[in-house]
């Protein structure tokens, strides 16, 4: 069956249901953290099916990551290839397409828009790093200033991109055709920019005077800090249309979990029965996903929306994380192939 509740059977045991639905045991009672006996499951009670993971391959090589999509289903991110060297790549209906890079070995690729405008990473014949854009089939510098090792992180539909500088110690910014600008700090030394949306607002830490870091955005000029969830510091990983912002922020208790911040407001989304979570994507229906550890220890996957986190589990024994979710409730991220190896994959939700 899809993914959904299923109503136990008479005869049904734990190991048939995962069985009959591909999943291992260990993914089926990590959705089902209800079940603390798995000898007794009485007919006519609920078993969540969490959404099967598809494995997106790689590029001949032994592992894959997925990073973003866009609403055309366009996944992108970074595979290893035949030859061991790092390539990025997008994905489209089962197909995966290396993107190349500017005349090394190494590239990734971070953030697609819905023009299918890629922005990412290579470095060049020199080993310096310099973030590319790829547009139909050609990839280019885009030209950041040389004396600083700026980094993108996103690209919303008007070509504007962010980011920040690669191993911090700088300032994010904000680029649009050649120009740049410095989006500054909450009073402290540096900053990073993970996303912006299409009404340029952008979105990501800063650091403080007092030297921690917080979530901010900033629009038109002005930074504005969004708070903690009571802790110390914070980080603001994606913002939607509807100014929706997610990240992670330390809780009084100093443990990190992820946030959804409006109107003003940082909810704490909770975890997966276990210490930690963090929240790295939102799309327009507030749907929400990212990683959230188990009361197992695993890391896993998770989708929230309604006040509710599910667990969207693995593939095999192993972990999974959700990196970006689309308008069409299509997740993407990384989940086992095997003990060693993890691979791209993509959840296929349906948006609320």
């Known amino acids: 069956m899809a993914s959904g509740v299923y109503l136990v059977k008479a005869g049904d045991t734990l190991w048939d249901i995962a069985v009959r639905n591909n999943m291992t045991l260990a993914a089926l009672l990590a959705a089902n953290p209800q079940i603390v006996d798995r000898s007794l499951i009485r007919v006519g009670s609920s078993v ?27 996944v992108v991110g970074e595979s290893w290839t035949v030859s061991g060297e790092y390539h990025a790549f997008s994905w489209l209906d089962g197909a995966m397409v290396d993107l190349g890079n500017l005349g090394n070995t190494w590239s990734e690729a971070v953030a697609i828009n819905s023009r299918g405008q890629v922005v990412g990473g290579s470095a060049t014949p020199s080993g310096r790093l310099r973030a590319f ?62 996303d912006i949306n299409d009404q340029g607002q952008v979105v990501g830490f800063s650091d403080l005077a007092s030297g921690d870091a917080h979530a901010f955005v900033w629009q038109d000029g002005t930074m504005a800090d969004l708070g903690t969830l009571g802790g110390a510091e914070s980080e603001a990983r ?115």
């Open 48 to 74: 969540t099916i969490p959404p099967l993971s598809i494995d997106l391959g790689t590029l001949g090589g032994r592992s894959s990551n997925a990073r973003d999509i866009n609403d055309r289903g366009q």
């Open 133 to 194: 854009l790829w547009q139909d089939g050609t990839m280019v510098d885009i030209g950041l200033p040389d004396d600083v090792d700026l980094y993108p992180s996103a690209v919303n539909s008007l070509s504007q991109v962010v980011g920040g500088p690669q191993g911090g110690g700088g300032h994010a910014f904000l680029w649009r055709a050649g120009s740049v600008t410095e989006l500054m700090t909450l009073g402290g030394a540096a900053s990073f920019a993970w």
């Open 238 to 352: 994606a913002i939607n249309d509807r100014g929706q912002v997610v990240g992670s922020s330390d809780t009084p208790s100093g443990i990190s979990h992820a946030f959804l911040w409006q109107d003003g407001t940082m909810t704490d989304l909770g975890t997966l029965g276990g210490a930690t979570s963090g929240a790295l994507d939102v799309n327009t229906c507030g749907q929400v996903v990212g990683w959230g550890d188990t009361a197992s220890g695993r890391r896993h996957a998770f989708l929230w929306q309604d006040g509710v986190m599910t667990d969207l589990g693995t593939r095999s024994e192993g972990e999974s994380r959700a990196a970006a979710i689309n308008d069409r409730g299509e997740v993407v991220g990384t989940c086992p192939a095997s003990s060693s190896r993890l691979h791209a994959c993509l959840w296929q939700l349906g948006a609320e």
